[in-house]
């Protein structure tokens, strides 16, 4: 099956990582490979004491708020050559693309290799793709789809971000 969590809300990495902990606790393998971040935060922590997830990332800092460079490109490349091998290890039920649709839209990958991937994709593993403005092409080769809205969010009244809530 395929999961997309977009919108413009929080909580689509949040909601991906509770499913990867849901599917450790029910004894699943998880693979997360996380785009255009490179930086340590609290979740990750808590992630290398579950023996049955394996996170990596493919960015560099915690998100491009730069023009992006060919290093980012080659990055992001990387990241889903590395994904592209562990579909085909067959290891991993679970995996996560965390902000491809961030890699997408910034170009740092092509729509037609995530597409590809789909494909590839074994019957009995889940494939959840977050991060704002997926394509409409993912959207409709999802099985699910959540659309993420802000109504309302603290950041606006200036309020920065929080070790443990949002870092």
Do not use: W
């Not at 919108?7 to 902990?21: D, E, R, S």
């Amino acid at each position: 099956m395929i999961q997309v969590y977009t919108g413009n809300g929080k909580g689509k990495t949040t909601a991906a990582l509770g499913l990867a902990l849901r599917a450790a606790g029910a004894g699943l393998n998880v693979y997360i490979a996380q785009f255009a971040k490179g930086c340590v935060c609290s979740e990750h922590k808590a992630l290398k004491k579950i023996k049955n997830i394996k996170l990596e990332q493919f960015g560099r800092g915690c998100f491009i708020k730069y023009k992006p460079q060919q290093i980012d490109r080659v990055l992001a490349g990387n990241g889903l050559k590395k994904v592209k091998s562990i579909v085909a290890s067959k290891k991993y039920r679970v995996i996560i693309l965390d902000e491809i649709n961030i890699a997408l839209k910034l170009k740092l990958v092509c729509l037609k290799d995530v597409l590809d991937l789909i494909k590839q994709l074994p019957e009995d593993a889940e494939l959840i793709l977050t991060g704002r403005s997926a394509p409409v092409q993912l959207i409709k080769a999802a099985d699910l789809v959540s659309r993420i809205k802000e109504v309302k969010h603290y950041y606006r009244r200036g309020f920065k971000a929080r070790k443990g809530i949002e870092l």
